[in-house]
C-alpha cells in the first residue's frame, strides 16, 4: 500500500465520520471569527436556542470592516459599527475570546492566528475567509468557509466537507535578487490559473520553499486560493517550531516537548501518491506584476501583456473585457505604466517581513509626487514590531506614512478605497474589478516591486532600484 | 432549519457568457456591511448593473427585458475568489435556483449548495449552445434524474452531485440538523482524541 500524503495523515485524523457518496464529518480544531462573515451564523443558533460548542477553540477579531486611522475614537459609519459591536456582544453571549478594535492583540485574522501560537502544525483550521489558507504554512489543513458552514462549526466544532484531492507542487532551486515569496507564488498562479487548483489541496515543496522563512510560507500558502486550491500547506520543519516557540497560545512544558515530536511526524511518506504534480525551477522566476483582473494574470515585471493569438479563442472576449478595464492593450510592456496608489498591506504581504523590506528599499528615497501610499501592518503586534524597529522613522522621512491595522485597502470595505480608475500597486491577493474600490485597478506584486513603484511613480523592476 | 426544497424546473435563462467571473462581481465587498441574509438580490452584480447614481446600465444582461428566468448560464469558473456566502444569498435573494456553467470554484458551489441554490456543471460545448440559443430558450432541470435539458436543440446532458447533497436539496435538510443530530459521535470523537 503506498504512502500518505501529508494532507492525508491531517485530514484522517480528525475525519470524525464519513457519509458513503457524500461529505466527511471533520473535526475542526481552531475556528477563527471575524465580524463579516459570522454575524447571520451566530444568529442561527440563537434561532436554535443554543450557544457556541467549544467557545475554548474559537478565536475572534474585528479586521474586515474597522478604521485603519482613530480607532480609539467609535466608528464613524452607523453600519460597519453595528457590525463590529455585534461581533462584541456575540463573542460575550457565547464566552469566545475576542480581541476586539484597540486589543493589543487586534489585527487581520490570519496575521493575528500564527502570531499568538493559535496556529499550530497539524490542526485543522477554518474561518469565513477564503485567505485562511494563509494558516497551512505551519503543516496544518487551513482553508475558508462559507457562513452556513461558520454555524455548523459554532454549533458542533464540526464542518460537513468532501475530500479534496492533492496537488504537489514542487519548487525547487533558489530564488533570484529581487524575487520574493509573492513572486514566486503569483509566477505559479500565472502558469496554473485561476481556476487551475480547483479541487485539490496543494503542498509546496521544494528548497525554494524550505529556504523560506514562516512569513514568506505564508504569503505562499495565503494565495493558494487564487489558483481555486481549497488551500494549500507545507511540512513544518526547525523553522516552524522555533516560530511557535513560546507564542501565548503555544503549548508549554512538558507538553511542548511531546507536542513537537508529534510534528516532527508530518510529513509526506516517500511513496505516497499524489493526484498531480507540478515542478517549477525557482530560477526561472522574476519579479512578478499582474496586468489583468484575476490573480493568474501575471507576468514578469519585464515582460509583455500577452497577445490575443496567446488565448484560447473561446476566452478572448473575456481576456479583452479584462484589459479594457485596465485600460492596457495585448502585447503592451509593463515597465514604465503609470502608478498612482501603492497599498501594503493585508493578510498577504502584511507582516514585519513585508513592511521591513518595503521600509529597507525604500530607505534615503522619496515617495514619486503623485503617489498615495497606504502602509498597513497586519496587526497592533507587527505595528509595534516597524516601530521598534526604528521602520516607522525611515517610511515618514521617505514620505510614507504607517496606518493602523485592518484589511484595508485588499477588499476596501472600510474607507480605504483607491478611486475609480487610478492604478494601484498592490500587495494584497486579488486584482479583481472594483477590488480596491468601485472602478479602481489593481496590480498585484511583492513588496520589493512596490516599494520600486513607490518611489518612482511608475512600474518599475526591483532590481533595478 | 429546513432550507428550500429544490423541485425540478423548466425555465427561461439569463446567459452571461464571461469566465471566472468573481464573487466581487457577484456581491462587491462594499454590501457585506448587513448583518442578516436578506436583500442581497437587489446588489446582485452591482457594479456591471448600475451606473454610479443607481440607474440600470442598459447593456447589462440583468437589464435587458428580454431575459428572465431562474436559472443563471454563465462562462467557466464562476465564484472565484471569496468565500463570502453573500454572493450565493445574492444569487439567491434575485431568484436563481440554479446556476449553470462549465466549472465552479469550490466555495461558491458549497455556499451555493447551503443555500438550496443548485450548481450544475455542464461541457463546454452544452455551454455554448446554451449561450448561441435565443432569449425564448428553456432548460429542464431535473435533480432527480440529475439530467439538464437544453430545449432548443434536444441536448440532455447528466450532472454530477454526491447523494447525500442531492437527498438534502430534494428535502430540504440541512447539514447543521445533520451535524446536530451526531453530536454524541462527535463528543465520543473527542473523547477518543483526548
Redesign the interface.
Known amino acids: 500500500m503506498a504512502g500518505k500524503t501529508l494532507f492525508d495523515k491531517i485530514w484522517d485524523i480528525h475525519e470524525v465520520k464519513t457519509i458513503e457518496d457524500g461529505p466527511s464529518v471533520l473535526y475542526i480544531d481552531r475556528h477563527l471569527v471575524h465580524e463579516v462573515t459570522s454575524p447571520q451564523a451566530f444568529a442561527g443558533l440563537k434561532a436554535r436556542g443554543i450557544k457556541v460548542f467549544r467557545p475554548q477553540n474559537t478565536f475572534a477579531t474585528p479586521d474586515h470592516n474597522i478604521p485603519t486611522i482613530n480607532q480609539h475614537l467609535p466608528i464613524a459609519d452607523e453600519v460597519s459599527r453595528f457590525q463590529v459591536d455585534t461581533l462584541t456582544k456575540n463573542c460575550e453571549e457565547n464566552d469566545v475570546t475576542l480581541f476586539g478594535l484597540g486589543h493589543p492583540k487586534n489585527g487581520v485574522v490570519h496575521v493575528v492566528g500564527p502570531e499568538n501560537g493559535i496556529t499550530q502544525p497539524g490542526m485543522t483550521i477554518v474561518c469565513g475567509d477564503s485567505h485562511t489558507s494563509t494558516h497551512g504554512a505551519f503543516g496544518s489543513i487551513a482553508f475558508g468557509i462559507g457562513t452556513s458552514e461558520v454555524e455548523m462549526v459554532l454549533s458542533t466544532q464540526c464542518i460537513m466537507q468532501p475530500r479534496p484531492k492533492t496537488m504537489k507542487i514542487n519548487i525547487d532551486g533558489e530564488l533570484g535578487k529581487g524575487v520574493s515569496a509573492k513572486d514566486l507564488v503569483l509566477y505559479v498562479i500565472s502558469k496554473l490559473t485561476t481556476g487551475g487548483g480547483t479541487g485539490y489541496f496543494v503542498e509546496f515543496s521544494g528548497s525554494a520553499i524550505r529556504n523560506l522563512s514562516m512569513e514568506g510560507r505564508m504569503t505562499v500558502c495565503n494565495m493558494s486560493i487564487e489558483m481555486g486550491a481549497r488551500g494549500g500547506l507545507i511540512a513544518p520543519d526547525e523553522k516552524t517550531i522555533e516560530y511557535v516557540k513560546g507564542r501565548e497560545y503555544a503549548p508549554k512544558g512538558a507538553d511542548w516537548d511531546k507536542t513537537v515530536e508529534k510534528w516532527k511526524a508530518l510529513v509526506t511518506d516517500e511513496d505516497a501518491e499524489f493526484d498531480k504534480i507540478y515542478n517549477f525551477d525557482a530560477a526561472d522566476i522574476e519579479p512578478m506584476i499582474t496586468y489583468g483582473t484575476n490573480p493568474g494574470m501575471g507576468v514578469g515585471i519585464t515582460q509583455n501583456i500577452p497577445t490575443l493569438d496567446t488565448v484560447e479563442e473561446a476566452s478572448q472576449k473575456t481576456y479583452l473585457k479584462s484589459l479594457e478595464y485596465m485600460g492596457y492593450a495585448p502585447g503592451e510592456k509593463m515597465l514604465g505604466k503609470k502608478v498612482d496608489w501603492i497599498f501594503v498591506g493585508s493578510c498577504t504581504n502584511g507582516r514585519i517581513e513585508d513592511i521591513r523590506a518595503f521600509a529597507n528599499a525604500v530607505k534615503g528615497k522619496k515617495k514619486a509626487d503623485g503617489v498615495t501610499a497606504w502602509i498597513v501592518p497586519g496587526s497592533h503586534q507587527v505595528e509595534d514590531q516597524v516601530i521598534a524597529e526604528g521602520l516607522r522613522d525611515i517610511l515618514e522621512e521617505a514620505g510614507f506614512e504607517l496606518r493602523q491595522p485592518g484589511c484595508s485597502a485588499c477588499l476596501a470595505m472600510n474607507d480605504d478605497k483607491v478611486p475609480a480608475g487610478k492604478y494601484s500597486v498592490a500587495t494584497s491577493n486579488r486584482n479583481f474589478e472594483g477590488r480596491q474600490g468601485p472602478g479602481s485597478r489593481t496590480l498585484l506584486a511583492g513588496p520589493l516591486t512596490a516599494a520600486a513603484c513607490a518611489v518612482t511613480g511608475v512600474i518599475t523592476d526591483p532590481r533595478t532600484l | ?1 429546513p432550507i428550500n426544497k429544490f423541485i425540478t424546473l423548466e425555465s427561461t435563462y439569463v446567459p452571461l ?4 467571473v ?1 464573487t ?2 457577484i456581491i ?3 454590501f ?6 436578506e436583500g442581497f438580490g437587489d446588489n446582485l452584480f452591482a ?1 456591471w448593473r448600475y451606473n ?1 447614481d443607481g440607474s440600470p446600465k442598459a447593456d447589462f444582461v440583468l437589464n435587458n427585458p428580454d431575459y428572465s428566468g431562474s436559472v443563471l448560464v454563465a ?3 464562476f465564484g ?7 454572493a ?1 444569498w445574492a444569487v439567491d435573494g434575485y431568484g436563481f435556483k440554479v446556476v449553470v456553467s462549465s ?5 461558491f458551489r ?2 451555493s449548495l ?2 438550496g441554490v443548485l450548481p450544475v456543471v455542464i461541457s ?1 460545448a452544452f455551454l ?1 449552445d446554451l449561450f448561441a440559443a435565443g432569449a425564448d430558450n428553456t432548460v429542464v432541470v431535473n435533480l432527480e434524474e440529475q439530467t439538464i435539458t437544453n430545449k432548443a436543440n434536444g441536448k440532455t446532458e447528466s450532472f454530477d452531485i ?4 442531492k437527498n438534502c436539496l430534494l428535502n430540504g435538510f ?3 440538523d ?3 443530530s ?2 454524541d ?2 463528543e465520543a ?2 473523547q477518543d ?1 483526548a
Not at chain 2, 457568457?17 to 471566472?20: A, C, L, R, T, V
Not at chain 2, 472565484?80 to 453573500?86: D, K, L, P, V
Not at chain 2, 466549472?103 to 466555495?107: E, H, L, N, Q, V
Not at chain 2, 454526491?162 to 447533497?165: E, I, L, R, T
Open positions: 432549519m457568457p464571461i469566465e471566472n468573481d466581487d462581481q462587491p465587498a462594499r457585506l456591511k448587513a448583518t442578516t441574509k457594479d454610479k462562462g467557466k469558473n472565484s475568489g471569496s468565500s463570502r456566502e453573500h450565493a466549472f465552479f470554484a469550490d466555495i458549497n455556499n447551503n443555500n463546454e455554448a454526491n447523494s447525500y447533497k440541512d447539514d447543521i445533520y451535524l446536530m451526531v453530536k459521535e462527535i470523537y473527542e482524541r
